[in-house]
């Protein structure tokens, strides 16, 4: 058993909602709305427990990381024999807030449950589900199946470079200079007319924190004079692994850019 390595992920926003909801008596809506459970105000402690839940998701869940996030609201909607809880969820991550979204729910209908249970035993916890999530790779993920892409690098590194590659679908993967190419992927100096300064830092950046030792020139990205996208990798094995782990499913991005 292992959690998922989510070490080659790039940090992004990341938001998650969820929804559920629990059926009870009229009488027991009633008796909320009044505030005449004994144990206290359902509303406001349910609330509170779906948001202290958010940062406990970890220690319930064996396979779910600790994440860090910004932001926690729950609220909810009263209906005549119902109650709806939503649980919004944000942070800069990883990986998907999904799972906290979903505990702060379930923790919310639950302390509702657990306040009432005295008064209205037939209570029924009856759906709780996902209603969105964004910021994963299915939001900014691309592949390059219509990109002609051209590699300049010595054997050895141009192997590992395709094979990197292969799994994004290229049109075209070659060694041979000419027209109609997307990008230029390349070990070796080559030209860069419009640098992107804040993409090298970002890409640098993430390098540095993997490979300290490794790293030494890094990465530029920019465009060249005839308008390709241009990708100047460091000539190391582990400095061009360690990029394409991490910025693979951007390169479709940045080559329509």
Request: charged share 25%; glycine share 6%.
């Amino acid at each position: 058993m292992r959690t998922v390595d989510v070490s080659s992920k790039p940090t992004t926003l990341r938001t998650a909602k969820a929804y559920g909801r629990i059926r009870l008596s009229p009488q027991t809506v009633k008796a909320i709305l009044e505030g005449k459970i004994p144990k206290g105000n359902v509303l406001e402690a349910s609330k509170l427990a779906g948001i202290m839940s958010v940062k406990r998701t970890s220690e319930l869940l064996p396979f779910c990381h600790p994440l860090t996030f910004q932001h926690a609201q729950v609220d909810i909607n009263i209906k005549e024999d119902t109650i709806e809880a939503f649980s919004y969820v944000k942070g800069i991550e990883r990986t998907g807030y999904e799972m906290e979204a979903l505990t702060s729910v379930a923790i919310c209908l639950l302390t509702i449950y657990d306040m009432c249970k005295g008064m209205d035993p037939s209570m029924v916890i009856e759906e709780i589900k996902l209603i969105e999530k964004t910021g994963g790779k299915s939001h900014w993920a691309k592949d390059l199946s219509d990109k002609r892409v051209l590699v300049l690098a010595e054997e050895e590194l141009f192997n590992i470079i395709a094979g990197y590659l292969e799994k994004l679908n290229p049109l075209v993967v070659s060694t041979q200079e000419a027209e109609g190419y997307h990008m230029v992927i390349s070990t070796q100096d080559i030209p860069i007319a419009e640098e992107f300064y804040g993409l090298e830092i970002v890409v640098n950046q993430t390098l540095f924190s993997l490979l300290p030792t490794y790293l030494r020139k890094g990465v530029r990205v920019g465009k060249d004079p005839l308008g390709r996208v241009v990708i100047h990798i460091e000539p190391s094995e582990h400095i061009i692994s360690a990029f394409f782990e991490n910025f693979s499913q951007l390169l479709g991005t940045w080559a329509d850019g």
